[in-house]
T-cell receptor, first 111, second 109 residues
């Protein structure tokens, strides 16, 4: 398995609170991605990074921000969590723009 | 942007039968088509992929076919086993991947 870890693995929080999810890789891959997975919607891209401090928006970026200060870490922040952001969040890494390897996921519940 | 449709959403087969999952895509620039298997509580795992310069690829019981003209590609699993039960996702990529909504495959012993 690709060396990807996500933390925390589970989180319950309240509406309006800030939340940060972390993705850590040991593969030194250039590209990192954040997806959310909801029933009936497959995997939808939130944000991605193509290098340190280089990030761009995906199809469902509203309400989310990201940062990548080191090659190995990609952080996803929900500035003010809402119930619609209850989901399972997956990080993925890629050495190029094709094959992606996924982390184990973070289950986030916003009450 | 790219749009990927995946069918069926659920598929139930008897052990030993074959299973076929189909996907269509809209962007003719897409040139990479991976398939992922996701078991309960885990992240998706790449099982096979195909590039636009290849029409078919096989890996043991799994095969993928690509028809660029029709913009569709399919996953074929032969001699299915209970451990093949999972959710399968297709994706199409022209740099960024767009995923289908997934197929829940159940293999009955």
């Amino acid at each position: 398995d690709a060396g990807i870890t996500q933390s925390p693995r589970h989180k319950v929080t309240e509406t309006g609170t800030p939340v940060t999810l972390r993705c850590h890789q040991t593969e030194n891959h250039r590209y990192m991605y954040w997806y959310r997975q909801d029933p009936g919607h497959g995997l939808r891209l939130i944000h991605y990074s193509y290098g340190v401090k280089d990030t761009d928006k995906g199809e469902v970026s509203d309400g989310y921000s990201v940062s990548r200060s080191k090659t190995e870490d990609f952080l996803l922040t929900l500035e003010s969590a809402t119930s619609s952001q209850t989901s399972v969040y997956f990080c993925a890494i890629s050495a190029s723009t094709d094959t992606q390897y996924f982390g184990p996921g973070t289950r986030l519940t916003v009450l | 942007g790219e749009n990927v449709e995946q069918h069926p959403s659920t598929l139930s087969v008897q052990e030993g039968d074959s299973a076929v999952i189909k996907c269509t895509y809209s962007d003719s620039a897409s040139n990479y088509f991976p398939w992922y298997k996701q078991e309960l509580g885990k992240g998706p795992q790449l099982i096979i992929d195909i590039r636009s310069n290849v029409g078919e690829k096989k890996d043991q019981r799994i095969a993928v076919t690509l028809n660029k003209t029709a913009k569709h590609f399919s996953l074929h699993i032969t001699e299915t086993q209970p451990e093949d039960s999972a959710v399968y996702f297709c994706a199409a990529s022209a740099g960024k991947s767009t995923f289908g909504d997934g197929t829940t495959l159940t293999v009955k012993p």
